[in-house]
């Protein structure tokens, strides 16, 4: 009998081209250790793998990536920043998209500077990292993302020509040191840019051009849609950048792309610049809170920990304190939009108006906007939500229902606080740490907005009740409900109370008609007749209410006879499912197959004639379904927001400007 061996070298025969997953974690090692040169040095950065892997790098689209060239304009001092987009001339691909071109006209580049603004880390804002630019990644990251060659044309004064520099990644397929190609002088402009200057009479004595070239991975390859992707979200992520009034403005400059000045676009629409602003007065947005934290970031020796704490005296800001990283002020503002300021566009509608636009502005935004440096980063809608959190101080935050669109929060912060904020070095997100959102409770924000979600959700529930009168309910049932009324009547027996739950449905009974007797000032017998018809008429009712620890749904007896079945809004089913279904194309014959699911499920609880199956049913929507189906719908967020996402259509408000559910 042999003895195994330990240690024994695999074999490495026809590993060469075989799949990764037939060979041993040794023999994949192996594999890829061969494809080394023998004068190998092992280089920090290994240039073919390191370049594959920057470009699948997540910027979301092709704004996101553009961003980091227009924020290096910005940052340089440029007044003007044109975007000009290179067509195709003939062909399958006539009409799109084959060259981008950010020109501005800032002070330029020398030419060593611009061959090391090409290499990741080669910025020159390291030390002074109190605008926009710090990290030195943005020219290279974001232009590999979107294509493969890139070239950056630049000159400090007319009286020289243009110096070019470029990185096309596919010169770059060796392991090992590689290095940026040395800059080529006097070169002239691509023919597309020198018509565009011409054109504009722009004369361009000073400045950088950054071309992108047959761009592969554009979000849209058509020039009326990609321009118009650029202006919506340069619109918004530059607006106090771009405002013209100087109580707003920050800087000085103006962003045109393809001929088209971009406008400011605030999404709280309290910039009077901003595109659909109205003064409040006119029943614009008004200002409903806002508020400055002075804030310290301090380390603790002793144990390594960061925390964030509140400047509570003047005193605490002492910039030789050794412990102390950075001061800044946090300002939460927080906007509050009227009835009728925001609304769906319903498909029948044939005019577009402001309020529409304005919708879809909030349709992407609806959260909290953060805003570095005048410079927005990321509207995040991830308030801490579990149940631990506020047990741990980080707030109670309401749930983002259809009512947040009809509010919003704002953080402004400087670029000295970045750690606070967790800014990544492509300036697309932010990850709060914990401290921020304990401050935020310790001032009260979180019963802030729930203020603004409960005042919303008063005002549109009075507006409601106004419709209503107890004699004359005119609510017609949904095609859900008659379906199931429909249903019952097809089987010839109604659904029957069980008989230990007929004492409790009838008490409740009572006391409503009691207190719609007095609301009303009607007899009592005429509100117990209205209620009674109303009850027989529509036997099934889907009714909504918010409770924040409560399962996606529940069950109940309404009026003698009437199923309700209660649909949770503080539930990521109906925040991140139900209310959604209706803004989809065919989505009412979907939200009626599931009030039908729903209604159908309530019928079977209700019903049971055994109080332990009863029971069971209540324990299995509670402590089974409900949490797994949160949980479920988290994971299912986390894979959104890492992966291509395709925005719905517009959601259906009815004719009071609530969202049709």
């Given at each position: 009998m042999k003895t195994p061996t330990c240690g024994?070298?695999?074999?490495?025969?026809?590993?060469?081209?075989?799949?990764?997953?037939?060979?041993?974690?040794?023999?994949?090692?192996?594999?890829?250790?061969?494809?080394?040169?023998?004068?190998?040095?092992?280089?920090?950065?290994?240039?073919?793998?390191?370049?594959?892997?920057?470009?699948?790098?997540?910027?979301?689209?092709?704004?996101?990536?553009?961003?980091?060239?227009?924020?290096?304009?910005?940052?340089?001092?440029?007044?003007?920043?044109?975007?000009?987009?290179?067509?195709?001339?003939?062909?399958?691909?006539?009409?799109?998209?084959?060259?981008?071109?950010?020109?501005?006209?800032?002070?330029?580049?020398?030419?060593?500077?611009?061959?090391?603004?090409?290499?990741?880390?080669?910025?020159?804002?390291?030390?002074?990292?109190?605008?926009?630019?710090?990290f030195g990644f943005g020219l290279p990251n974001a232009s590999i993302n979107q294509t493969k060659t890139t070239a950056v044309y630049t000159r400090t004064d007319g009286q020289n020509g243009f110096t070019k520099v470029w990185l096309n990644i596919d010169d770059y397929n060796e392991y090992g040191m590689q290095t940026i190609h040395e800059p080529e002088e006097d070169v002239e402009l691509p023919k597309f840019v020198q018509s565009y200057l011409s054109r504009n009479h722009i004369t361009l004595n000073h400045g950088t051009v950054v071309v992108w070239d047959k761009p592969d991975r554009l979000s849209f390859r058509k020039v009326a849609s990609l321009k118009e992707h650029l202006i919506n979200d340069f619109g918004v992520t530059y607006r106090y950048l771009l405002a013209t009034d100087k109580r707003d403005r920050l800087n000085d400059f103006e962003l045109i792309i393809e001929g088209t000045r971009v406008s400011p676009v605030d999404p709280l629409f309290l910039l009077p610049e901003g595109r659909y602003y109205l003064p409040e007065e006119d029943g614009g947005a008004h200002l409903a809170y806002e508020h400055s934290i002075p804030v310290k970031y301090v380390r603790n020796h002793e144990s390594g920990e960061r925390h964030l704490r509140r400047v509570e005296e003047l005193s605490e800001i002492d910039r030789s304190d050794d412990e102390a990283i950075a001061f800044g002020i946090i300002l939460v503002k927080v906007s509050r939009f009227p009835h009728n300021f925001i609304q769906g566009r319903n498909v029948k509608d044939k005019d577009i108006t402001d309020a529409n636009r304005r919708f879809e502005i909030r349709k992407t935004?609806?959260?909290?906007?953060?805003?570095?440096?005048?410079?927005?980063?990321?509207?995040?809608?991830?308030?801490?939500?579990?149940?631990?959190?506020?047990?741990?101080g980080l707030g109670s935050w309401p749930a983002l229902l259809a009512y947040a669109y009809h509010w919003g929060i704002q953080i402004d912060f400087q670029p000295e606080l970045d750690d606070v904020f967790g800014i990544t070095n492509d300036k697309q997100s932010v990850r709060p740490t914990e401290d921020f959102w304990r401050i935020l409770a310790e001032e009260n924000i979180d019963d802030v907005l729930r203020a603004?979600?409960?005042?919303?959700?008063?005002?549109?529930?009075?507006?409601?009740?106004?419709?209503?009168?107890?004699?004359?309910?005119?609510?017609?049932?949904?095609?859900?409900?008659?379906?199931?009324?429909?249903?019952?009547?097809?089987?010839?027996?109604?659904?029957?109370?069980?008989?230990?739950?007929?004492?409790?449905?009838?008490?409740?009974?009572?006391?409503?008609?009691?207190?719609?007797?007095?609301?009303?000032?009607?007899?009592?017998?005429?509100?117990?007749?209205?209620?009674?018809?109303?009850?027989?008429?529509?036997?099934?009712?889907?009714?909504?209410?918010?409770?924040?620890?409560?399962?996606?749904?529940?069950?109940?007896?309404?009026?003698?006879?009437?199923?309700?079945?209660?649909?949770?809004?503080?539930?990521?089913?109906?925040?991140e499912i139900y209310s959604k279904i209706v803004s989809l194309n065919g989505g009412d014959e979907i939200k009626d197959g599931i009030d039908i699911l729903l209604l159908t499920l309530a019928r079977a609880e209700l019903t049971s004639e055994d109080k332990d199956m009863r029971d069971w049913y209540e324990a299995q929507r509670e402590d089974r379904w409900s949490p797994y189906l949160k949980r479920a719908i988290k994971n299912l967020q986390q894979r959104r927001q890492h992966g291509t996402t395709t925005e719905g259509q517009n959601e259906s408000l009815d004719e009071n400007g609530e969202v049709v559910i």
């Open positions: 024994k070298k695999p074999s490495t025969t026809g590993s060469k081209n075989m799949d990764d997953r037939l060979l041993t974690e040794i023999e994949r090692q192996r594999k890829y250790l061969n494809r080394l040169p023998s004068d190998f040095t092992y280089p920090l950065f290994n240039a073919k793998q390191a370049i594959q892997s920057q470009r699948a790098s997540g910027y979301r689209d092709t704004a996101s990536a553009g961003r980091e060239i227009v924020d290096n304009a910005i940052e340089a001092g440029a007044h003007q920043i044109h975007i000009v987009l290179d067509t195709e001339k003939e062909g399958n691909l006539k009409g799109s998209v084959r060259a981008v071109a950010f020109i501005d006209d800032g002070p330029g580049m020398l030419p060593q500077m611009a061959r090391y603004a090409m290499s990741w880390g080669g910025g020159s804002h390291f030390d002074d990292p109190s605008f926009i630019g710090r935004r609806r959260g909290m906007s953060f805003v570095r440096a005048g410079r927005e980063i990321q509207t995040f809608d991830a308030f801490p939500r579990k149940s631990k959190d506020e047990g741990e603004q979600q409960s005042k919303l959700q008063d005002e549109a529930d009075m507006r409601r009740r106004i419709q209503l009168d107890i004699s004359t309910i005119s609510l017609r049932p949904t095609r859900a409900e008659e379906a199931a009324r429909d249903a019952d009547a097809a089987e010839g027996r109604p659904p029957q109370i069980p008989q230990y739950e007929r004492d409790t449905v009838r008490d409740r009974f009572d006391a409503r008609v009691s207190k719609e007797a007095e609301r009303t000032q009607k007899p009592l017998e005429e509100v117990r007749q209205a209620l009674l018809a109303e009850a027989k008429r529509k036997p099934y009712q889907i009714v909504y209410e918010d409770s924040k620890h409560g399962p996606f749904y529940e069950p109940e007896w309404g009026d003698p006879g009437q199923i309700h079945v209660k649909l949770n809004r503080s539930h990521p089913f109906y925040a």
